[in-house]
C-alpha cells in the first residue's frame, strides 16, 4: 500500500529521557519506528536528554543549544515517569516541553504511560507521587501540539471531550519480525515448543512460575513432549525455580536469560505458542506482541482485551490466575493442530493489519498529515497577502 510523503515532515525526532535498565522499551520503539519510516522517506533521530548522566541543568542546556537548529520540525517527546525522574516526579518533562515551544518547534508528546504510574497505596509519598504525574500529564497534553497515546482513548478517563489533537496508536512488538517463518505449521517433530517470554519484577514472580510449571506438567502428563524456553526479562532470576518446578517430569528446558532481539525473535518464530503469564493479556505487552510477531498462538490471561485491536489476534484466554485452566489451554492448543494452525493465522493478520512496524508508521504519517491539513483549514491570510 502507497502512502503519500508529506513533504513538510521529512524529518523527525524521538526525544527520549533517561534510559531503562537492563532493556529500553521506549528506546527500541523509537528504533523500530524510525526504520520503518525511514523505509517511506521520512528520517526520523532518535535523540536523548542526558540529564541523568551528565546533571539536569548541564542536559537542559544541551537541548537549547541543539533546539535551536530544530524550528519547524516534529518533536515527539517519549513520556514515562520514570524517563523524566529518578523518583518518579516527572517536571523534567514539562521543562523539556517549554524548551521545545520556545525554540518553535511543532511538539508532539507520546504518552507510553497514560495515567500515573504508581498502584494505589497507603502511604502519603505514593499519592502524592500519583497526584504529581496526573498533573503533569495533563499539562504536557495542553502544551503539545499532537498527543499519541499507546492505548485507545476511550479508556484514558480524563481526556477533554473535545479530543481534536489526541490520537491513538497501538506499539509493536520490539523484536524484528518473522511473519514469513511463522506462517507453516509445527515448527518441531519431536517436541511441542512452549516459549515464556519475560516474567515480572517483585513478588508475582513466583506466583507465575508456579503457573508455568502446573501448565506444562498438564502438558506432560498428556503424554505431550515439551521443550520449554524461558527467556528475556526476569528469566535468569527464576532459573532455579524452574528447572526444580519441572525436575523429573521429562520437560527439556532451556532457560537464556536477555538475549539479543534477533535471539528473541529466532526462538519465538520456532515455537509451537507463547505461553505468557506475567498478568493480564494486553496491546500494551510488548511481550506479547513480540509472539504476535512471529505468528504464535498466545496462550494467557483474559481481562483487557476487549473491544482492542489485540482481540482479533491468536489468543487462547482464561480466568485470571487460574492455573489449571492454563494448562488445560496450552495442552489444548499443543494436540489440535487444526486449532493451532487458526490462531496462528490471526495472529499473522492481526500483526500485518495493526502491531507491524509498517502498520504503525501508517498510521504516524496519517496522524501528522491530518494535522497539516487541519492547521491549513484554519489558517487565514491576511487579506494584503491573499492571491488575487
Known amino acids: 500500500?502507497?502512502?503519500?510523503?508529506?513533504?513538510?515532515?521529512?524529518?523527525?525526532?524521538?526525544?527520549?529521557?533517561?534510559?531503562?535498565?537492563?532493556?529500553?522499551?521506549?528506546?527500541?520503539?523509537?528504533?523500530?519506528?524510525?526504520?520503518?519510516?525511514?523505509?517511506?522517506?521520512?528520517?526520523?533521530?532518535?535523540?536523548?536528554?542526558?540529564?541523568?548522566?551528565?546533571?539536569?541543568?548541564?542536559?537542559?542546556?544541551?537541548?537549547?543549544?541543539?533546539?535551536?537548529?530544530?524550528?519547524g520540525q516534529w518533536i515527539f517527546l517519549q513520556y514515562t515517569a520514570l524517563?523524566?525522574?529518578?523518583?518518579?516526579?516527572?517536571?523534567?518533562?514539562?521543562?523539556?516541553?517549554?524548551?521545545?515551544?520556545?525554540?518553535?518547534?511543532?511538539?508532539?508528546?507520546?504518552?507510553?504511560?497514560?495515567?500515573?504510574?504508581?498502584?494505589?497505596?497507603?502511604?502519603?509519598?505514593?499519592?502524592?507521587?500519583?497526584?504529581?504525574?496526573?498533573?503533569?500529564?495533563?499539562?504536557?497534553?495542553?502544551?503539545?501540539?499532537?498527543?499519541?497515546?499507546?492505548v485507545p482513548l476511550e479508556g484514558v478517563g480524563w481526556l477533554p471531550k473535545l479530543q481534536n489533537k489526541a490520537a491513538f496508536i497501538p506499539i509493536g512488538g520490539n523484536v524484528p519480525e518473522r511473519i514469513s517463518v511463522a506462517n507453516g505449521g509445527r515448527r518441531t517433530a519431536k517436541f511441542a515448543t512452549v516459549v515464556v517470554f519475560c516474567f515480572s519484577p517483585g513478588p508475582n514472580r513466583s506466583l507465575e512460575v508456579a503457573d508455568v510449571v502446573t501448565a506444562i506438567r498438564m502438558a506432560r502428563e498428556e503424554e505431550i513432549p515439551v521443550r520449554l524456553i524461558v527467556l528475556g526479562r526476569g528469566s535468569a532470576e527464576v532459573r532455579d525455580e524452574i528447572q526444580h518446578g519441572l525436575a523429573r517430569s521429562g520437560t527439556d528446558v532451556s532457560v537464556l536469560g536477555l538475549v539479543s532481539a534477533d535471539e528473541v525473535s529466532n526462538a519465538l518464530s520456532a515455537a509451537d505458542a507463547q505461553l505468557f503469564v506475567s498478568g493480564y493479556v494486553s496491546q500494551r505487552r510488548g511481550s506479547v506482541l513480540a509472539g504476535i510477531a512471529c505468528g504464535l498462538p498466545v496462550?494467557?490471561?483474559?481481562?483487557?482485551?476487549?473491544?482492542?485491536?489485540?482481540?482479533?489476534?491468536?489468543?487462547?484466554?482464561?480466568?485470571?490466575?487460574?492455573?489449571?485452566?492454563?494448562?488445560?489451554?496450552?495442552?489444548?492448543?499443543?494436540?489440535?493442530?487444526?486449532?493451532?494452525?487458526?490462531?496462528?493465522?490471526?495472529?499473522?493478520?492481526?500483526?500485518?493489519?495493526?502491531?507491524?512496524?509498517?502498520?504503525?508508521?501508517?498510521?504516524?504519517?496519517?496522524?501528522?498529515?491530518?494535522?497539516?491539513?487541519?492547521?491549513?483549514?484554519?489558517?487565514?491570510?491576511?487579506?494584503?497577502?491573499?492571491?488575487?
Open 299 to 388: 496462550v494467557g490471561y483474559a481481562g483487557r482485551t476487549e473491544g482492542t485491536q489485540i482481540e482479533r489476534a491468536g489468543l487462547y484466554l482464561v480466568p485470571y490466575r487460574d492455573a489449571k485452566a492454563l494448562g488445560a489451554a496450552l495442552v489444548t492448543v499443543l494436540k489440535c493442530e487444526g486449532l493451532a494452525t487458526y490462531l496462528r493465522a490471526r495472529s499473522c493478520e492481526a500483526h500485518s493489519n495493526y502491531f507491524s512496524w509498517t502498520a504503525i508508521a501508517s498510521e504516524y504519517i496519517k496522524v501528522l498529515e491530518t494535522e497539516t491539513a487541519r492547521n491549513r483549514l484554519f489558517s487565514v491570510d491576511p487579506p494584503g497577502n491573499r492571491p488575487s
Open 83 to 150: 524517563a523524566w525522574s529518578s523518583r518518579g516526579f516527572p517536571f523534567r518533562a514539562l521543562a523539556t516541553l517549554a524548551i521545545l515551544r520556545f525554540r518553535r518547534t511543532r511538539c508532539a508528546v507520546v504518552f507510553h504511560e497514560p495515567s500515573r504510574q504508581s498502584e494505589i497505596s497507603t502511604r502519603w509519598v505514593d499519592w502524592i507521587r500519583g497526584a504529581c504525574q496526573d498533573w503533569v500529564i495533563r499539562r504536557l497534553y495542553r502544551g503539545a501540539e499532537k498527543a499519541i497515546f499507546t
Open 1 to 71: 500500500m502507497h502512502t503519500p510523503r508529506p513533504s513538510q515532515i521529512q524529518k523527525w525526532i524521538a526525544l527520549l529521557g533517561r534510559p531503562d535498565k537492563p532493556t529500553d522499551g521506549v528506546e527500541d520503539y523509537g528504533a523500530f519506528l524510525a526504520k520503518s519510516l525511514g523505509d517511506r522517506g521520512i528520517h526520523m533521530e532518535l535523540v536523548r536528554v542526558r540529564w541523568m548522566e551528565d546533571g539536569w541543568i548541564r542536559g537542559l542546556w544541551e537541548l537549547w543549544r541543539r533546539g535551536a537548529t530544530w524550528r
